[in-house]
């Protein structure tokens, strides 16, 4: 089994930044993807970020140029950086993993993150 601990969520002000962090632990041979997923009330929960195991990222269109995913494989950490943050991103953010041999998705528990206008 993998366990996903994050932490860093909380109450900014617009304009702030936060700085989300996961790191997965247990029996892991290798992670490929690690993400951020959002979900705000009433909403479907969507893709805010993604990087593979090489590096390359991907961003959902409202937080490109102000968020900012990377990963530590020696640590299996995944952070998120947060900047100019809006009320829009008020939401509780996921942690998302995908390991390899096998391969299995595994989410975390979720952060809260509130945008004060």
């Known amino acids: 089994q993998v366990q996903l601990v994050e932490s860093g969520g909380g109450l900014v002000q617009a304009g702030g930044s936060l700085r989300l962090s996961c790191a997965a632990s247990?029996?892991?041979?290798?992670?490929?993807?690690m993400g951020w997923y959002r979900q705000a009330p009433g909403n479907q929960r969507e893709l805010v970020a993604r990087?593979?195991?090489?590096?390359?990222?991907n961003y959902a269109d409202s937080v490109k140029g102000r968020f900012t995913i990377s990963r530590d494989n020696a640590k299996n950490t995944v952070y998120l950086e947060m900047n100019s943050l809006k009320p829009e991103d008020t939401a509780v953010y996921f942690c998302?993993?995908?390991?390899?041999?096998?391969?299995?998705?595994?989410w975390g528990q979720g952060t809260q993150v509130t945008v004060s206008s």
């Open positions: 998302y993993v995908q390991t390899l041999l096998p391969t299995r998705d595994y």
């Open positions: 247990g029996r892991i041979f290798r992670i490929s993807v």
């Open positions: 990087i593979s195991i090489g590096g390359s990222t």
